[in-house]
């Protein structure tokens, strides 16, 4: 089953989103894998943001990032890295669709509440990165095949 990893930003920490995510993923039909809520290191957001290094926002997003507790969270399901992309809803807020978490909770792309992983294999290397293997729970729900087709 598919792996993604969703961080609940700071400022859907600090605006009291954290069960708003979670709900929409659950209502979604997502399953739950892991979940823990933590203050970021510098280098737990230098190296999760590697990617990003060098462009104008870089510095502002690991003070951003950095700035207070995230609620990190590993999600699965069937093509669960793109169907969380869309509940999130683009990048951008103001582009995301409405519906969406981004285009319903946010303005900024520097305040967009939500991180997903953008392919299932960052997925899989983003929740190396974020859990320890033990910290992945395994579990069958009895919705599943009304679910999972
Ligand atoms: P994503 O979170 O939708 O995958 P990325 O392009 O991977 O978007 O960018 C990572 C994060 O960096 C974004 O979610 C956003 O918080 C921040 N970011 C991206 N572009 C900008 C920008 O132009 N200004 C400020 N922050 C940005
Ligand atoms: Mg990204």
Redesign the pocket.
């Known amino acids: 089953m598919e792996h993604t990893l969703v961080l609940v930003k700071p400022d859907g920490v600090q605006r009291g989103l954290i069960g708003e995510v979670i709900s929409r993923l659950e209502r979604r039909g997502l399953r739950l894998v892991a979940a823990k809520f933590l203050n970021v290191s510098q280098e737990l957001a230098e190296t999760h943001y590697a990617i990003?290094k060098g462009k104008p926002?870089y510095d502002?997003?690991i003070r951003?990032i950095t700035s207070a507790p995230v609620m990190a969270m590993v999600w699965e399901g069937p093509n669960a890295v793109a169907a969380v992309r869309q509940t999130m809803g683009s990048?951008r807020p103001t582009e995301a669709a409405p519906g969406s978490l981004r285009h319903d909770y946010a303005l900024e792309?520097?305040r967009?509440l939500t991180?997903g992983s953008?392919s299932p294999e960052n997925g899989v290397k983003e929740v190396e990165l974020w859990f320890h293997p033990d910290e992945l729970v395994s579990w069958e729900r009895s919705v599943d095949p009304w679910i999972f087709e």
């Open positions: 990003h926002f502002g997003l951003y990048t792309v520097g967009n991180h953008d």
